[in-house]
């Protein structure tokens, strides 16, 4: 990436860009697409076969959803197929810049870039870090916002289609995602394909669930409709989830979620905290956990099984 945004020809298309963004906002509604000196400038620079057509092709990939928005049947027609591994030296320069740059659209996704998406689980080990993360977040806001194809048609595909570590850095997207919903649209990604989803993986279908994994799922758990709470917890006491070394998914429990569910509460702590590493020095969250316990000991209720699971991490709800 360093690369392409300090060699000629990616400091012509920086340029070119700045330029077309000027014509087009210039344009206003006169605006019908791109013009065809427009279309022969780009069609050059992603037929050319070099590694300075490569570069170029990884900055005009990165504006993907820019020449999606100015002219989507070029777009579609002429960027949009180069992302496929049928070609391997367009494929790479092209998700270095949508995984780099790039945003989505519902046409995009519908029109292949989902597809595409897929594909490039199976290629991820030739990118960076922080575009493996930004793969993830993409299918994660996908999955999450995106209609049409319905997130239950295909998650299990790109599950399948995934290392472990791929499937974690998707399920912590999901999470940051679901943290911002309102609660109709947790109701929406719960019934639409999240508890099916997370129910079938309880069953390893369509692979095993890794510990990481049921430590994701099991974080999802405060973020789901305050009335299906139950059934998350279930699924979390269906894997052998437990609790990070901070135990942040602690933070997400709602004192109103204690106060109207807290025998549910404690079953999700029980079965957490049984199953976190107690080793020295492995856990620190006292922090964000300590609280809810609390909390949660003051209710009415019998939480002997509570106090004996906290002791287990060297928490003392005695008092």
Excluded at 39 to 66: K, Y
Excluded at 115 to 123: D, I, M, Q, V
């Amino acid at each position: 990436m360093s690369k392409t945004i300090n060699v000629p020809a990616g400091l012509l298309l920086e340029f070119w860009f700045e330029m077309f963004r000027r014509r087009w906002a210039a344009a206003g509604d006169d605006w019908h697409g791109l013009s065809e000196t427009d279309r022969a400038f780009l069609e050059r620079a992603l037929a050319d076969r070099t590694e300075r057509g490569a570069l170029a092709l990884t900055q005009i990939a990165g504006r993907l959803h820019l020449l999606d928005a100015a002219d989507s049947s070029w777009c579609r027609t002429n960027l949009l197929p180069l992302g496929s591994w049928a070609d391997e030296m367009t494929a790479e320069p092209f998700w270095w810049g949508v995984l780099s740059f790039a945003r989505w659209n519902s046409g995009l996704v519908a029109a292949g870039l989902l597809a595409g998406l897929l594909e490039t689980a199976k290629h991820l080990d030739r990118f960076h870090e922080d575009q493996a993360r930004r793969w993830a977040s993409l299918l994660a806001y996908i999955a999450v916002q995106c209609e049409d194809p319905a997130a239950s048609s295909w998650v299990g595909e790109m599950t399948a289609r995934s290392d472990a570590s791929s499937r974690l850095r998707w399920l912590e997207a999901i999470e940051e995602i679901m943290k911002e919903l309102d609660e109709p649209a947790r109701v929406a990604v719960w019934s639409g394909w999240l508890a099916e989803y997370w129910r079938r993986r309880t069953l390893s279908d369509p692979v095993a669930l890794s510990r990481d994994e049921a430590n994701a799922l099991a974080a999802l758990a405060p973020h789901v409709p305050a009335a299906d709470f139950d059934k998350a917890v279930a699924l979390v006491e269906a894997t052998s989830a437990g609790f990070n070394s901070h135990a942040e998914a602690a933070a997400y429990v709602s004192d109103g979620l204690i106060e109207t569910q807290s025998a549910e509460v404690g079953r999700y702590f029980i079965h957490l905290m049984s199953n976190t590493d107690a080793s020295p020095g492995k856990f620190w969250g006292g922090h964000y956990l300590v609280p809810k316990l609390k909390h949660m000991v003051a209710q009415p209720g019998d939480w002997k099984a509570v106090r004996d699971a906290a002791l287990r991490l060297r928490i003392d709800l005695s008092n």
